[in-house]
């Protein structure tokens, strides 16, 4: 393993967005949430109305018309959803701060499945229509407008990538899987959605009937495939190209775990905070090519970065054997457990094991009087960057609390130490003014789950909880 210099500390500059301008760009981000949401729903209210206007709620009268009817209103969101899931997953940087993505996956998992099923019921319903509402009929006809209508080829093989997406999104599938081999199977949700749009084209009146359905339609097409070559494939190669990453130290830190320092140029334009992360490939490595994904665990200063790894399987268990000089490929920065999500002066931050990374960063990022920002560190093995803690206790007055030990039950997220009856007593114990904090939580996601009970239960409104899972 190579163990070299670690690049001389810069002084630590803190960003501008600190208390003086608290809660601004939360708010701002709470408006983008909004519009996002709203643009979602006028959408599916815009093409419901095209829907009603073409008589869609007149033919629900007869059998067969209204079968065919109930496939084109399907067809029709359908088509909006499976659009808009392309835009949540394609890194937009406004919506990556406002939502975080974790929040954009769970969203776009809820659309994900929503735009399937309505898909599904499009095909059945519009083939069962045409089939003059006789079941008998109904695989007949399939197989003529398959082989007869333009673009309904290309429309079948759409179905089969959607399904096999979907099929391997359920969980009990995903569980079997490695999270690099269901990305990979992931990514044929492109392919689907693109080889559907040449039967809305051609067969779906609905789409192209008029100058304001085309102008929408088009639009919408352009802005997914646009988002995804701009923010997915663009900003990340230019993003690379115009920084070089290079790592310029691998420092042990005990217990499996890996502190990576790196260098590049003009890191002081990569518009990165504390508490953010990249997903990260590294030259080099073993099977480089899969992205891993890590949070900074110091606050960036413009002039380098670093990461903490723990080993937990091949990628991480490879960062340890990584030599100074190798490149590394990121995308990102992602993530909302950053400054920008801050609307208290008080903050809470509760992080477990290598959940510890990101608070660190942002204990050194955010800014904040001696006493009001305090750290809930839950730790079974030695504790990180004790050291670090120690000083930023000393000099700016951040209060560190470990909590060590083993869990003390299976639906508690404290240590074996604490003997309060019960998480909630601790919390409120400890911190009796957490309602009035906001909360950056940290760690694997059924240990956060539990945390984030009990702040539901001390009070602490929603929109002040702000989370990171290490997990997918
Ligand atoms: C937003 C975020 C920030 C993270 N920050 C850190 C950090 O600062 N330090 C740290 O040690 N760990 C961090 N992790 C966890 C880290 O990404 C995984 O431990 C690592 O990717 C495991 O990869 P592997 O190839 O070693 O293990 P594998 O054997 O491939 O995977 C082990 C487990 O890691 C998870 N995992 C693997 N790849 C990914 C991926 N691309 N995205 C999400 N989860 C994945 C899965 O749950 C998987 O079951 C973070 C995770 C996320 C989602």
């Known amino acids: 393993m190579a163990l070299t210099q670690i690049p001389a500390p810069a002084p630590a500059t803190p960003r501008p967005h600190g208390v003086r301008r608290l809660g601004v760009r939360a708010r701002r981000d709470a408006a983008t949430r909004l519009v996002a949401g709203s643009a979602l729903w006028l959408s599916l209210l815009l093409v419901t109305w095209w829907w009603v206007s073409g008589g869609g709620i007149s033919d629900l009268g007869g059998w067969a018309s209204g079968l065919t009817s109930l496939g084109r209103i399907t067809g029709l969101t359908s088509a909006v ?13 406004v919506l990556e701060r406002a939502f975080g993505q974790d929040e954009l996956a769970r969203v776009h998992r809820i659309v994900g499945f929503t735009s399937f099923n309505l898909m599904l019921a499009h095909l059945v319903t519009i083939t069962w229509g045409y ?51 269901w990305h990979l199977l992931h990514l044929y949700a492109y392919l689907g959605v693109g080889l559907a749009i040449p039967h ?26 646009g988002s995804v070559l701009v923010w997915r494939v663009g900003l990340p190669v230019w993003r690379n190209l115009r920084h070089g990453l290079r790592v310029a130290a691998v420092v042990p830190e005990g217990d499996g775990l890996v502190s990576v320092h790196l260098t590049g140029r003009a890191l002081h334009r990569l518009p990165v905070e504390a508490g953010q992360f990249f997903t990260w490939r590294f030259h080099g490595r073993p099977g480089w090519t899969r992205a891993n994904p890590y ?31 190798s490149r590394a490929l990121v995308e990102g920065p992602y993530g909302r457990l950053s400054p920008r999500a801050r609307t208290r002066r008080k903050v809470l931050m509760i992080g477990a094991g290598v959940g510890i990374t990101p608070l660190r960063a942002l204990a050194e990022g955010l800014e904040y009087a001696p006493g009001e920002a305090l750290v809930l560190y839950r730790t079974s093995a030695t504790p990180l960057f004790v050291e670090e803690l120690n000083e930023l ?14 869990r003390r039950a299976p639906d508690s997220w404290l240590g074996s130490g604490v003997d309060a009856p019960t998480d909630l007593v601790a919390l409120t114990s400890w911190v009796p003014d957490v309602a009035d904090r ?13 945390v984030v009970r009990d702040l539901r239960g001390a009070g602490v409104p929603e929109h002040h909880i702000h989370l990171e899972n290490f997990g997918w």
């Open 81 to 93: 959803l499976l659009l808009a899931q392309v835009v949540l997953m394609a890194r937009v940087p």
């Open 200 to 225: 809305q084209l051609w067969t779906g009146a609905d789409f192209t009937s008029s100058t304001g359905r085309q102008v929408f339609w088009w639009s919408a097409w352009i802005a997914a495939a």
């Open 393 to 406: 206790s000393q000099r700016r007055g951040l209060v560190v609390w470990g909590l060590p030990g083993r």
């Open 438 to 450: 906001d909360v950056f939580v940290c760690g694997p996601r059924p240990w956060t789950e539990l």
């Open 295 to 325: 949070s900074l665990s110091a606050a960036p200063d413009g002039k380098s970065l670093r990461i903490t790894v723990q080993d937990v399987g091949d990628g991480s268990g490879a960062t340890a054997g990584l030599t100074v000089g």
């Open 131 to 181: 089939a003059g509402g006789s079941l008998g009929s109904t695989p007949r006809t399939l197989w003529d407008l398959v082989v007869n209508y333009p673009g309904m080829l290309l429309a079948t093989a759409a179905t089969a990538c959607l399904v096999m997406v979907v099929v391997t999104s359920i969980k009990a599938a995903r569980r079997t899987l490695r999270y690099e081999s």
